[in-house]
């Protein structure tokens, strides 16, 4: 995994900082690579897609359909966001392990985690700090109709 990207300001200053922190409360065994390796390939990679060269061991997300060959790679640099279940679906047994806790759910978080396992239950994320510093922030009104709409 390149880290690179965290902890450090992005180019546009309404982009928030993330900070690394899965491997702090989960299980997780991942392998990091070095900043200057994980600079290096994004580079290259980054390079080679606007020249349109086609290099091996470099991988795009398209983000518009699951590629299957990339499940086939050995070695090499991928890019994107991968976003489909298709890419894990065979790790989907250590991939549940490892997302799970460090350490028990205690009190409050106990107690919650119990309602949500015992009722029909939908969790809703807004991103919102950066989004809204972007302008990228829809109407009220479309979050007020997909939560009813859920």
């Given at each position: 995994?390149?880290?690179?990207h ?10 928030a900082?993330r ?31 606007k020249?349109k ?19 086939d ?17 065979e ?5 549940r ?6 350490k028990p759910l ?17 969790s ?7 989004y809204l510093?972007?302008?990228?922030l829809?109407?009220?009104?479309y ?7 859920i």
């Open positions: 995994m390149d880290l690179s965290y902890g450090r300001p992005h180019r546009n200053p309404n982009v900082v900070k690394y922190e899965l491997s702090n409360v989960f299980n997780i065994t991942e392998r990091i690579c070095g900043n200057f390796i994980g600079n290096a390939a994004s580079f290259i990679a980054r390079a080679s897609r020249l060269i086609k290099l091996p061991y470099v991988y795009y997300d398209k983000q518009t359909h699951f590629q299957p060959e990339i499940l790679a050995k070695n090499g640099v991928i890019l994107g966001y991968w976003g489909s279940f298709k890419y894990s679906a790790i989907e047994g250590i991939l392990k490892e997302f799970t806790f460090k205690t009190g409050k978080s106990a107690a919650v985690i119990d309602q949500i396992r015992n009722s029909n239950s939908v809703i994320s807004f991103r919102r700090d950066d510093k972007l302008g990228w829809l109407p009220e009104e979050y007020s109709r997909a939560i009813r709409y």
